[in-house]
């Protein structure tokens, strides 16, 4: 059985920087397919990040050049390392993993991921 377990989440102003950290088990498989989802106030919940998959899409517009997602399977966790914050950066953040869907943009805008993790809060005001 797969677990995910978020943290790093935190208060932060527009600009600043944040890592958010996935602890993961129950993964052996080093190109497990995994990623980030985030969901603003009343808003749907966007695949932000994904790695371990296949195709160029594995950031959301709204996040290249500032978010960088990293696996590293030695301390099974993975990482989104977020920079230049903006305040449409806030919400709720979870880790998502599933091996059945190897294509990035297949897995950013899946809503039926098998394995989530209960998520972590980001915001982002001055």
């Known amino acids: 059985q797969v677990h995910l377990v978020e943290s790093g989440g935190g208060s932060v102003q527009p600009g600043e920087s944040l890592t958010l950290s996935c602890v993961y088990s129950g993964i052996t498989n080093n190109r497990y397919p995994m990623g980030w989802f985030r969901q603003a106030p009343e808003k749907e919940r966007e695949g932000v990040a994904a790695?371990?998959?296949?195709?160029?899409?594995r950031y959301a517009d709204s996040v290249k050049g500032r978010f960088t997602i990293v696996k590293d399977h030695s301390r099974n966790t993975l990482y989104l390392k977020m920079n230049s914050l903006k305040v449409e950066d806030t919400g709720i953040y979870y880790c998502?993993?599933?091996?059945?869907?190897?294509?990035?943009?297949?897995?950013?805008?899946?809503?039926?991921?098998?394995?989530w993790g209960q998520g972590t809060h980001v915001t982002v005001s001055s």
């Open positions: 998502a993993a599933d091996s059945n869907i190897g294509d990035c943009a297949s897995f950013r805008f899946s809503n039926d991921l098998n394995y």
């Open positions: 790695i371990d998959c296949s195709g160029p899409d």
